[in-house]
């Protein structure tokens, strides 16, 4: 018998939105990092907000805005706008994030006017780290072998803001984008839409305004350890790694005499940065760069077994970077200035990571049974 095209709605309904969400869900896992992250952070957010006594009214919850933020990130929302759009019927969104069935969605400007408050109180790096810690808990780091590399990531900004900076004052430079024949640098030109991006261009890529972001892994599972962004340049990639490389050692027990290795591709291959690393008893596993010149590795470590280990294993790296690229929306970035860029790179490796420590759990659990 057919049955009848009809819509009929309950009045009331006594299920929980727990109960709309999958047992298995992959979402499931991840919440419960999350919120243990964010559980240990609340010292920090009780620091970023003026204390009760002085009255006011109560802000929304920095958990649930870095929760917001993250399934942005899990899931390609496009913008803030898109995403309380998708917040006000998902189900699942609301459920992440923390907001009943009948919560009302924030405005887009939420975000606007919070992301300062964060990025001041380096509440996202703090996040990160404590996912991070996580991983370290589980004993998925080795702590000892790490690789190191950096990505070019497009700015919110075009070539016809890219203009003179000793243009005449209230000069809207209508003709910018017509730069045929025409010499442009970094030192002479900078963007309106955004200063801190450079223009820059890597091989046989087009010149661009670009940002580059850098990430240092743990070989053992190539999980994240460290990211940041900078603006682009020939010597960002190998300052960076020495900033990464140094944080990581520090971080390790001082009582205990451990032998570090950095595996990297050939753009690191340079005297001062292999000598920075023997420096600091860092191994340095970088590639060899033979076209033409003789490399700063020396012979004895590029023979090692170690090395042919790290070289294999820095190749993970790139699984990140193309993550954050088509999932994370970091081929082109939708903020503009470098400390929001950083902010949302940052995010985007913490998601990176969340996913990973899901996917290596289900791996354990499966070889228990």
């Given at each position: 018998m057919r049955g009848a095209d009809t819509f009929t709605e309950s009045l009331l309904t006594m299920r929980h939105l727990d109960d709309f969400v999958p047992a298995d869900h992959p979402l499931r896992v991840i919440r419960?990092?999350?919120?243990?992250?964010?559980?240990?952070?609340?010292?920090?957010?009780?620091?970023?907000?003026?204390a009760d006594i002085k009255g006011g009214r109560p802000s929304i919850a920095s958990e649930k805005l870095l929760r917001a933020m993250l399934i942005q990130?899990?899931?390609?929302?496009?913008?803030?706008?898109?995403?309380?759009?998708?917040?006000?019927?998902?189900?699942?969104?609301?459920?992440?994030?923390?907001?009943?069935?009948?919560?009302?969605?924030?405005?887009?400007?939420?975000?606007?006017k919070n992301r300062e408050c964060l990025i001041e109180h380096d509440a996202v790096i703090e996040f990160f780290n404590q996912i991070v810690q996580q991983?370290?808990?589980?004993?998925?780091?080795?702590?000892?072998?790490?690789?190191?590399?950096?990505?070019?990531?497009?700015?919110?900004?075009?070539?016809?803001?890219?203009?003179?900076?000793?243009r005449p004052e209230g000069d809207d430079d209508t003709d910018a984008g017509n730069f045929k024949d025409q010499k442009r640098s970094n030192e002479t030109h900078e963007s309106t839409t955004d200063g801190d991006a450079r223009l820059y261009r890597k091989g046989?890529?087009?010149?661009e305004l670009r940002f580059m972001g850098h990430t240092l892994i743990?070989?053992?599972?190539?999980?994240?350890?460290?990211?940041?962004?900078?603006?682009?340049?020939?010597?960002?990639e190998r300052e960076a790694a020495k900033v990464m490389i140094n944080d990581a050692r520090q971080a390790l027990p001082s009582d205990e005499p451990i032998a570090i290795t950095l595996g990297a591709d050939k753009g690191y291959d340079a005297k001062e940065f292999i000598q920075a690393q023997q420096e600091t008893k860092v191994l340095p596993h970088v590639a060899q760069n033979k076209s033409g010149r003789q490399s700063a590795v020396p012979d004895v470590i590029a023979d090692s077994e170690g090395y042919a280990i790290s070289q294999q294993k820095r190749k993970l790296i790139e699984q990140g970077f193309g993550w954050a690229k088509t999932v994370g929306h970091m081929r082109q970035v939708l903020v503009r200035g470098i400390k929001k860029v950083d902010q949302m790179f940052v995010l985007a490796m913490a998601g990176y990571n969340l996913t990973r420590l899901r996917s290596l759990g289900q791996i354990r659990l499966q070889g228990q049974m």
């Open positions: 419960v990092m999350v919120n243990k992250a964010l559980t240990n952070m609340d010292e920090l957010f009780a620091r970023m907000y003026a990130v899990l899931y390609s929302v496009r913008s803030e706008r898109q995403l309380m759009e998708q917040t006000q019927y998902n189900l699942l969104f609301r459920w992440f994030i923390g907001l009943a069935m009948d919560d009302a969605v924030w405005v887009p400007t939420v975000f606007s991983a370290q808990e589980q004993e998925l780091l080795s702590g000892e072998h790490f690789s190191v590399d950096g990505t070019l990531i497009q700015a919110w900004a075009g070539h016809k803001s890219f203009v003179r900076k000793d046989k890529t087009a010149s743990d070989n053992r599972h190539g999980l994240v350890v460290s990211a940041v962004v900078t603006q682009a340049d020939g010597y960002a």
